[in-house]
């Protein structure tokens, strides 16, 4: 079972530069998202979407954008990187959407530093 | 607004010790609690979670935690430590108001070390 796949694994991008994470699931998860991890600040989410065309912003969704064209895929992008988006994002999904004490399922994550 | 407090960002114990991580929480309703933990360069898997059933809650590996609602806490622990528990813990409460699946608070993670 492959669950909630994340690509790439690293990436190093230069100020300004733009590029798409990407995140797919195969457990037909209508909630996804996407939390930054930073030492000393535990886990911050980005975006959210509870299902396909439906997405929404967390607590730190500054320079991302996301879309939800369909179940299984979330792309986080990053328009202008910029070096406090070094960071190490995950992307999370849960089923179903509309239970809160339903756990997330995470990927391994993407490193992203910027220089 | 929901938050938590893990107190000690990092704890050591040996090999064989008790383990208790610590998560106080602040909520204005009655929240759900998660406990998850994160293996080195690998994303957050579930330990366990709190749903407003019974306050003890076992999760896998041995691990268990007790809600307290008077003491707003959600401790961790685990009777005997094992070199396999090193990892990075974060407690998490979920807004259950919104109806949102999911849309966690976690707390900034405590780093458990094992030694021999």
């Known amino acids: 079972n492959a669950g909630v796949t994340q690509t790439p694994k690293f990436q190093v991008l230069k100020t300004g530069q733009s590029m798409t994470l990407q995140c797919a699931q195969d457990m037909n998860h209508e909630y996804m998202s996407w939390y930054r991890q930073d030492p000393g600040m535990g886990l911050r989410l980005i975006h959210y979407s509870v299902g396909a065309g439906i997405t929404d912003q967390g607590e730190v969704p500054n320079g991302y954008n996301v879309s939800r064209s369909t179940t299984e895929d979330f792309p986080l992008r990053l328009l202008s990187a910029a070096p406090s988006q070094t960071s190490v994002y995950f992307c999370?999904?849960?089923?179903?959407?509309?239970?809160?004490?339903?756990?997330?399922?995470f990927g391994n994550g993407t490193r992203l530093t910027v220089t | 607004a929901q938050s938590v407090t893990q107190l000690g960002s990092h704890v050591s114990v040996s090999e064989g010790a008790l383990v208790l991580l610590r998560c106080n929480y602040s909520s204005s309703v009655p929240p759900y609690l998660f406990w998850y933990v994160q293996y080195p360069n690998q994303g957050l898997q579930l330990l366990l979670k709190?749903?407003?059933?019974?306050?003890l809650v076992k999760g896998i590996n041995g691990f268990e935690a007790e809600f307290k609602k008077s003491e707003t806490s959600f401790h961790l622990t685990k009777p005997s430590a094992h070199m396999s528990d090193a990892a990075e813990y974060f407690c998490a409460v979920s807004d259950h108001r919104t109806g949102t699946a999911s849309k966690l608070t976690f707390g900034t993670g405590t780093r458990l070390q094992v030694t021999l």
């Open positions: 709190y749903t407003s059933a019974a306050t």
């Open positions: 999370a999904s849960s089923s179903p959407a509309g239970q809160a004490n339903s756990p997330l399922h």
